[in-house]
C-alpha cells in the first residue's frame, strides 16, 4: 500500500501564498501521475494540477498563473505552490497518486487525508 501525507494547508489573506506539500510512503514500486484536487463545501471534487513523473504539467484553468505543480522523484514528493489566493480558492486540498505498489500490482489511485486551505477576504 501507498500512503500519502499533506502538509502546509492553512488561513491565509486574499493575496497571499501558501506551499503544499505531500509525501508518499509505504509500499511503492512506482509513482505515476500525481497530483492536487480540491473540494469546497457543498461541491464537487475537482482537479487543480496533476504532474507526470516526466514533468508533464496540467492546471485547471482557474489557477493557471496563479499555482505551480512540482515534484522531487527522489522524495516520492509531490509541492503546490500557491499565489495570489482568492477567497474561491477556500477548500480541502487533496493529494493524490497513481502508483503501483509492486511490480506485478496494477495502477492504483491512492488519496491522502486533505489538507484545510482558508482564504479570507
Known amino acids: 500500500q501507498v500512503q500519502l501525507v499533506e502538509s502546509g494547508g492553512g488561513l491565509v489573506q486574499a493575496g497571499g501564498s501558501l506551499r503544499l506539500s505531500c509525501a508518499a510512503s509505504?509500499?511503492?514500486?512506482?509513482?505515476?501521475?500525481m497530483g492536487w484536487y480540491r473540494q469546497a463545501p457543498g461541491k464537487q471534487r475537482e482537479l487543480v494540477a496533476v504532474i507526470t513523473s516526466g514533468g508533464i504539467t496540467n492546471y485547471a484553468d482557474s489557477v493557471k498563473g496563479r499555482f505551480t505543480i512540482s515534484r522531487d522523484n527522489a522524495k516520492n514528493t509531490v509541492y503546490l505552490q500557491m499565489a495570489s489566493l482568492k477567497p474561491e480558492d477556500t477548500a480541502v486540498y487533496y493529494c493524490n497518486a497513481n502508483a503501483r505498489s509492486s511490480g506485478v500490482a496494477p495502477r492504483s489511485d491512492y488519496w491522502g487525508q486533505g489538507t484545510q486551505v482558508t482564504v479570507s477576504s
Open positions: 509505504g509500499s511503492i514500486f512506482s509513482l505515476n501521475v
